[in-house]
Each structure stands twice: as C-alpha cells, then as structure tokens.
C-alpha cells in the first residue's frame, strides 16, 4: 500500500530553517505530483507548496521566496526547504501525493488521496 513519511521536523528559532522530506513507497512516484500542505491548532488544513511530475513547482503567496519544494524521483522522496522561518509558519506539516497522474497539482486538500502522518514545525519569536 501506499505510505508517506515526513520528517525534519522540530522546534526553531524565527529567521531559521528547516529542511522536510517526504519518502514514498507503493506508488510510481515519479508519475505523481506531490505537494505539502500545513495545519494550525483550530485552523484548517492549507496548501503550502507543490511540484509537479516534470518538476514545475507552485507555492502559496505566504512562502514564495522563503520555501523550496524539490523531489528525487531515484529516492522516491521530496523535500521542503524552508528558510527565514517566522511564528506563523508554525504548524503540522503534511505531505501528499495527488490523486491523479500527469496533471498540474492542485491546491486544495482534495486534489490528494494519501497523506503522511504529519511533522510538527514550531517556530519560536
């Protein structure tokens, strides 16, 4: 069966990075988008950053220029950069791999169909 298993998670001063990775087994991974979606206390789940199968890479406005989503399809793994991290960005970090082959990868929850277990991020002022 499918499993997604993040890690790289942790506890970092604002300004500091963090780097997540994601690897993938039972599925042919190079044929899938993934994306990394993230969730607050009392907050829902919300797009972070995605790559594509080709490798075109999508991110929400909050990240672009701070966060880096890249894949090693010999690995079977992807990856989130994160650099100049602030308070906000402090959250459950989830990745996920797309429901769908060969498509432009979605930014909404339901665009994906396996999860991993989540890594916590907390980000300290």
């Known amino acids: 069966q499918v499993q997604l298993v993040e890690s790289g998670g942790g506890l970092v001063q604002a300004g500091g990075s963090l780097r997540l990775s994601c690897a993938a087994s039972?599925?042919?991974?190079?044929?899938?988008?993934m994306g990394w979606f993230r969730q607050a206390p009392g907050k829902e789940r919300e797009f972070v950053a995605a790559?594509?199968?080709?490798?075109?890479?999508y991110y929400v406005e909050s990240v672009k220029g701070r966060f880096t989503i890249s894949r090693d399809n010999a690995k079977n793994t992807v990856y989130l950069q994160m650099n100049s991290l602030k308070p906000e960005d402090t959250a459950v970090y989830f990745c996920?791999?797309?429901?769908?082959?060969?498509?432009?990868?979605?930014?909404?929850?339901?665009?994906?169909?396996?999860w991993g277990q989540g890594t916590q991020v907390t980000v300290s002022s």
């Open positions: 790559i594509s199968w080709s490798g075109d890479t």
């Open positions: 039972g599925l042919t991974f190079s044929s899938y988008a």
């Open positions: 996920a791999s797309d429901a769908s082959t060969g498509r432009r990868p979605g930014v909404k929850v339901s665009s994906y169909n396996y």
